[in-house]
């Protein structure tokens, strides 16, 4: 059986963002700083979409690489000039401030797809759909709803499967849902080895590995069920990691018995910190709003100029910890 998009909602918006593509012959795809596996999916699946329907299309992708991420794809930047008659769509990307490449502005027609909140409007057409697992299961969801009209190539469907896999933590957070299960069989069906792909997602350097015994052996719980470690400047440099490493370890205390939610708070070379916030109840992504952040009401990232505005974050997530009462299995 074929599997058609059950977003039938969002049909109109979907059809004005098609039609959009097919006007223009030049588009630059965007997403947001320090990407991860669904910025870079949605970004560069919806390029290669694009470009397996549209061959004589001039399709580029803006922002900086993430060597971690380089086995998924590196950027294929465009230049300057090529702004002036282009059409701009930014994906994954909640808030303006975030997207990586800041010549977006240059250019006066853009989109915006994302799966987040909707805190910050921006673009001629918005697309965002804040039950999606991702912002690669949209970009999918989109192919399906036009599936007799897009090609979806091997590439684009690997891209879109990794995006689905990074931000579900390979289908284990709660905003899997069927469809999400459904899109991403379909996208199996093409010549990619998932097994493989997966397999390098779940790869870890060494240092990142040190990491991980660290953060289990001096992370803090409290008695509501709210853990946190701080990871100083001192301490990565001793360990011989940089910022982007620590992602590795975000969902590591989601594994101890007894936590609710925790925070990641990591040094910064300027002295402040970079909060990331996660939880398997209580919401957080309003706390983060109120700390120079945003995201998901299970995963957020903030920001604290020093210590004493990490012990605000973490009484106000353990406030929220109280107040929350665990679903029945």
């Not at 000039?81 to 800041?102: F, P």
């Not at 499967?161 to 933590?169: K, S």
């Amino acid at each position: 059986m074929t599997l058609i998009s059950m977003n039938t909602a969002d049909y109109d918006t979907k059809l004005e963002i098609l039609n959009t593509i097919k006007k223009w012959e030049t588009i630059i795809i965007h997403r947001h700083e320090r990407p991860d596996p669904d910025a870079l999916g949605s970004q560069c699946g919806l390029a290669e979409l694009i470009k397996g329907t549209y061959p004589d299309k001039k399709v580029y992708t803006a922002g900086f690489d993430n060597d971690n991420l380089a086995f998924l794809q590196k950027m294929d930047p465009p230049k300057k000039e090529d702004y002036a008659d282009a059409l701009v769509i930014v994906t994954d990307t909640a808030n303006v401030k975030r997207i990586d490449g800041k010549a977006y502005d240059l250019s006066e027609n853009w989109i915006k797809i994302d799966h987040h909140p909707l805190d910050d409007s921006y673009g001629d057409i918005e697309w965002v759909n804040t039950k999606a697992s991702s912002c690669s299961e949209m970009i999918a969801d989109f192919w399906l709803t036009f599936r007799d009209e897009l090609v979806m190539t091997t590439e684009a469907a690997r891209l879109l499967y990794a995006g689905i896999v990074g931000d579900t933590n390979r289908f284990l957070y709660s905003g899997t849902s069927s469809y999400t299960m459904q899109i991403s069989a379909e996208l199996m069906n093409f010549p990619f080895s998932h097994t493989a792909l997966n397999n390098k997602m779940n790869v870890i350097k060494p240092p990142v590995a040190k990491l991980m015994g660290y953060v289990l052996e001096n992370f803090s719980v409290n008695d509501q069920g709210v853990g946190h470690i701080i990871l100083t400047q001192e301490t990565l440099e001793n360990m011989d990691i940089g910022d982007k490493d620590t992602n590795g370890i975000v969902s590591l205390p989601g594994s101890i018995e007894g936590v609710k939610a925790w925070g990641i708070f990591v040094q910064q070379v300027e002295g402040h910190y970079r909060c990331r916030l996660r939880s398997k109840g209580p919401v957080i992504n309003e706390i983060a709003k109120q700390h120079d952040g945003g995201g998901h009401p299970l995963a957020s990232g903030a920001n604290a100029k020093d210590k004493s505005e990490i012990e605000q974050i973490l009484g106000q997530m353990t406030e929220a910890a109280e107040q929350w009462t665990p679903e029945a299995l």
